[in-house]
């Protein structure tokens, strides 16, 4: 039973640029949650998506935006991109209402 | 004041010994609470969640809650080698997991 997946492990953009992370939840989860964590940090909650909508937003500005398709993935598309986003980007998934499990990450860099 | 406050360590324990992690959180009307560990470099892994108050026990791990201290703690027994990691104290508002917001983490070190 494959758990959480994310793609790309690792990626290095440029200020400016966009980004668009992908997350596959583990195995009859249908809920998927966004984090970013930071160096030293603990995770911060993005978004959240259940039924391709989404739920909940956490205190990102509107640069980051997502998506989840009919099969329960989901995108997080980052525009614009600052130096400050330089994180690990984490998700993780669940069924809704239930205990999250976390994806290995994306490490984004932006140089 | 910060949502969810953890001691930052690092916190070392002898192999074989009982490691104590503590933290408090602000919103008094927190529902549900999570343990996860996270080694260097990986993904948060889920050890354990409570939602009532008093202790919840699983293997060498006992979470303990008590909402009117606003107070969660994680004990681990029989320190391994293998527990040295990052503790991650999470708090939801509601039962269930919609936002879950996160402790800075406890730096955990096991001395064999």
């Known amino acids: 039973d494959a758990g959480v997946t994310q793609s790309p492990t690792h990626l290095i953009k440029t200020r400016g640029q966009q980004v668009t992370l992908r997350c596959s939840p583990k195995?009859?989860?249908?809920?998927v949650s966004w984090y970013q964590q930071a160096l030293g940090q603990g995770p911060q909650f993005i978004f959240q998506?259940?039924?391709?909508?989404?739920?909940q937003r956490g205190n990102f500005p509107d640069r980051f935006s997502g998506h989840q398709f009919p099969n329960y993935s989901s995108e997080l598309n980052v525009n614009a991109l600052l130096l400050g986003d330089s994180a690990l980007y984490l998700c993780?998934?669940?069924?809704?209402?239930?205990?999250?499990?976390f994806g290995p990450g994306t490490r984004l860099t932006v140089l | 004041q910060k949502e969810v406050e953890q001691n930052s360590g690092p916190l070392s324990v002898p192999e074989g010994a009982i490691a104590s992690l503590n933290c408090t959180y602000s919103?008094?009307?927190?529902?549900?609470f999570f343990w996860y560990r996270q080694y260097s470099g990986k993904s948060p892994e889920l050890i354990m969640f409570?939602?009532?108050?008093g202790d919840k026990e699983d293997g060498r791990f006992t979470a303990q809650l008590n909402k009117a201290s606003q107070y969660v703690s994680l004990l681990i027994r029989d320190s391994q080698p293998s527990d040295s990691a990052t503790y991650l104290c999470?708090?939801?508002?509601?039962?269930?997991?919609?936002?879950?917001?996160f402790g800075t983490g406890t730096r955990l070190t096991i001395i064999p």
């Open positions: 409570i939602y009532s108050n």
């Open positions: 195995s009859g989860h249908d809920t």
């Open positions: 999470a708090v939801n508002a509601h039962f269930g997991n919609e936002k879950l917001t």
């Open positions: 998506y259940y039924e391709e909508e989404e739920r």
């Open positions: 993780a998934s669940s069924l809704l209402d239930n205990e999250q499990f």
């Open positions: 919103d008094r009307g927190s529902q549900s």
